[in-house]
């Protein structure tokens, strides 16, 4: 199978290359759907963190976490996911 390309202008004059993908399109050597899967688990990890930041003391008590724990989990950084969150991809 043979892959085409397309050239977009960008402003510098220059031109990008865009290579259709199984996966979406490829602008500059990045998939795009690889892309977009990582920035919404980055997000879903992030919105589960402020999630646990708000149980009340007596749900905490029923899973085994302290509030240190919790607090601890919150504040880590956005793009620190759990290795067993990340797919083969990263």
Do not use: C
Not at 40 to 53: A, D, G, P, Y
Not at 63 to 78: K, N
Request: no cysteine; aromatic share 8%; hydrophobic share 35%.
């Amino acid at each position: 199978m043979q892959t085409t390309s397309q050239s977009i202008p960008q402003s510098s004059g220059q031109r990008m290359r865009v290579f259709p993908t199984a996966g979406g399109a490829r602008f500059a050597g990045v998939e795009f759907g690889k892309l977009f899967a990582q920035i919404e688990l980055l997000l879903r990890v992030r919105r589960e963190r402020r999630q646990l930041r708000q149980l009340d003391p007596r749900l905490m008590k029923d899973l085994g976490l302290s509030q240190d724990m919790i607090e601890r989990e919150g504040s880590r950084s956005f793009f620190d996911v759990p290795n067993n969150r990340k797919d083969h991809s990263w």
